[in-house]
């Protein structure tokens, strides 16, 4: 069974940090392009980043760049999303999905990606 798995999240006063995890079960994550989405309450879910199969990176929120940097580590099946300098508005569950039909990151469009976790929690308030 594929399966995508997050952890990391929690609460955190603004200007803290969290690093997010997204572990695969069932599958490699080698040939996949991975992305972070969060979804706000109220809001729709969307992009905030994405790492290719050859370690491009694509921001897909101006808001996160500088704060937030996502890097993979293949040995160990897993994806990370460091957040740095949160900010209230960075609330949200978090998922990752993963992309295997391109080696490079789709657009931040939910369709475009195949498999997803069931979300970490992140709060940051003071």
């Known amino acids: 069974q594929l399966q995508l798995v997050e952890s990391g999240g929690g609460l955190v006063q603004p200007g803290g940090s969290l690093r997010l995890s997204c572990a695969a079960s069932?599958?490699?994550?080698?040939?996949?392009?991975i992305g972070w989405f969060r979804q706000a309450p109220g809001k729709e879910r969307e992009g905030v980043s994405c790492i290719s199969t050859r370690d491009s990176r694509l921001n897909y929120l101006d808001s996160v760049k500088g704060r937030f940097t996502i890097s993979r580590d293949n040995s160990k099946n897993t994806v990370y999303l460091q957040m740095n300098n949160l900010k209230p508005e960075d609330t949200a569950v978090y998922y990752c999905a993963a992309e295997g039909r391109s080696e490079i990151c789709p657009p931040a469009e939910l369709a475009q990606y195949d498999y997803w976790g069931q979300g970490t929690q992140v709060t940051v308030s003071s």
């Open positions: 069932g599958f490699t994550l080698e040939p996949f392009a």
